[in-house]
C-alpha cells in the first residue's frame, strides 16, 4: 500500500513539474488516455528510483551531507530526477529532462509538492 500512495504522489508532483518547468516534459501523445500511461510509467520508474538506489546514494554521500549542512539534497534531488529521465527513455514512455539545472529546478518542485501531498494523505507520514 505505501507504494502505491508513493507513487500516487510521485506521478501528481512529476505531472505538476511538466507543467510548470521549462524543460521537462513528457512525449506530447495525442489523447489523455496515453499522457496517463506515460505519466504512470514515469512515475513507477521515479518511485523505484527513490525507494532502490536512494538510499544507496544516501549513505554513500553522507560526508558531502554533512558538509554542506544538508544542501547536498538538491543536488541528490536532481540526480535521481535525471536517472528516471535517462532509464526511461529506453521505453517508449521516456521522461525529458533538459539538463542539471532543469533537473534541479524539478527536483526541487517535486520535492516540496511531494512533502506537501504527503501532509494531505492521512496515515502516511515518512
Do not use: K
Request: charged residues 5%; aromatic residues 10%; neutral net charge.
Amino acid at each position: 500500500m505505501r507504494f502505491v500512495v508513493r507513487f500516487l504522489v510521485n506521478a501528481a508532483a512529476i505531472w505538476l513539474s511538466t507543467l510548470v518547468v521549462p524543460g521537462i516534459a513528457l512525449p506530447q501523445t495525442g489523447s489523455t488516455g496515453a499522457l496517463v500511461v506515460n505519466l504512470a510509467v514515469v512515475a513507477v520508474v521515479f518511485t523505484l528510483v527513490n525507494m532502490l538506489v536512494r538510499p544507496v546514494v544516501n549513505l554513500l554521500s553522507l560526508p558531502l551531507y554533512i558538509l554542506t549542512l544538508g544542501l547536498f539534497w538538491i543536488v541528490v534531488n536532481a540526480l535521481m530526477l535525471l536517472l528516471t529521465g535517462w532509464i526511461s527513455r529506453f521505453t517508449d514512455y521516456g521522461l525529458e529532462v533538459d539538463g542539471f539545472w532543469t533537473a534541479v529546478l524539478g527536483g526541487l518542485l517535486i520535492a516540496v509538492a511531494s512533502w506537501l501531498l504527503h501532509l494531505l494523505v492521512p496515515g502516511d507520514h515518512r
